[in-house]
């Protein structure tokens, strides 16, 4: 509806009338779409490039070396089961398995039932030095391990241990160090996770179960553990894969090479005068099983747990 000069009222059509306002930017118009695509498109692209080295290892685990050698790496054929059963006998993979079996799991639950209390602690009760409680478990992380590694080996070295605990009677060379070691390093980053993961709960909950009798130990084991299982079990999965993979303390604090982990066990892989790649490729996705066995496990709840607070009502 206008005005004409005259002074009446002249009706416009509603199309001539937005002609002169900006289109709307409608959810998956033009632009969105565009944008899309070239999301679509990098997306993809780092995938391929994130992807082909793994694809390319598994594919040379199932090559002899051989063939590869004759007839360079970029050809297809000379498959082949040999290289896991070598990779398993020459690795003395049974014997390593078992070690980061020791290592990991131990490492892992003393991590996540540690920084659960101090992250409990954290979000649960506000005192003076709350924050520098945190900015203390989180300086471990801020380190680099090389910088400590004199200090670790001389500590461990004089810490005495049964015979029973520790063959070489200190804790050097012994499963409790890399157990001790990597929980030290883990629980700062577990506490800062889980610290925000709790504080998320309504402290009415808390009330409410205060006011039903139930104490402050009651609270965090039966109330909180609970709420905070997707946390627990994303921290979880990255635990393993971090703990199992650690290369550096191993190599530094075990002398004994039946006590090796896993990872050390690659070292037996190689040649004297030359390394067989496809030998290496198959030890390598031997050593990743069990990583991705934990991850396929918790994958429901791995997700659940980064995804929280993503959306909100």
Do not use: H
Not at 109 to 116: H, K, M, N, W
Not at 259 to 264: E, I
Request: charged fraction near 10%.
């Amino acid at each position: 509806m206008s005005w004409s000069d005259s002074g009446t009222a002249v009706a416009v059509p509603a199309t001539e009338a937005r002609a002169d306002t900006p289109p709307e930017r409608v959810e998956g118009g033009v632009l969105n779409r565009r944008r899309g695509a070239v999301a679509t498109v990098v997306m993809l692209v780092l995938a391929l490039v994130w992807l082909f080295p793994l694809v390319w290892a598994v594919l040379n685990s199932f090559r002899s070396y051989e063939y590869t050698q004759a007839n360079g790496y970029l050809s297809l054929g000379g498959w082949t089961f040999d290289n896991y059963e070598q990779a398993w006998r020459q690795g003395n993979f049974s014997q390593y398995f078992v070690n980061s079996l020791y290592i990991t799991v131990p490492a892992v639950l003393l991590t996540l039932f540690l920084s659960s209390l101090v992250a409990f602690v954290l979000a649960r009760f506000s005192f003076r030095f709350n924050l520098a409680l945190l900015g203390f478990f989180l300086a471990a992380n801020l380190l680099p391990p090389q910088a400590l590694l004199i200090p670790v080996f001389r500590m461990f070295r004089e810490i005495p241990l049964p015979l029973w605990m520790s063959d070489s009677g200190s804790m050097l060379s012994s499963y409790w160090a890399l157990i001790l070691v990597n929980t030290a390093f883990q629980i700062g980053f577990c506490t800062f996770v889980l610290s925000n993961y709790m504080k998320t709960i309504p402290k009415e909950v808390y009330e409410s179960a205060q006011i039903d009798g139930a104490g402050v130990w009651r609270q965090y084991w039966q109330l909180t553990m609970p709420l905070v299982r997707p946390a627990l079990a994303a921290l979880a999965t990255l635990q393993v894969t971090w703990i199992y993979n650690e290369f550096f303390w191993a190599t530094v604090l075990i002398q004994d090479f039946d006590k090796l982990p896993v990872t050390s066990g690659l070292n037996n892989l190689r040649g004297q005068f030359f390394t067989d790649t496809n030998l290496v490729a198959a030890g390598s996705v031997l050593v990743a099983l069990p990583v991705l066995v934990v991850f396929f496990a918790l994958q429901k709840q791995f997700v659940s747990g980064l995804t929280l607070g993503a959306t909100k009502g």
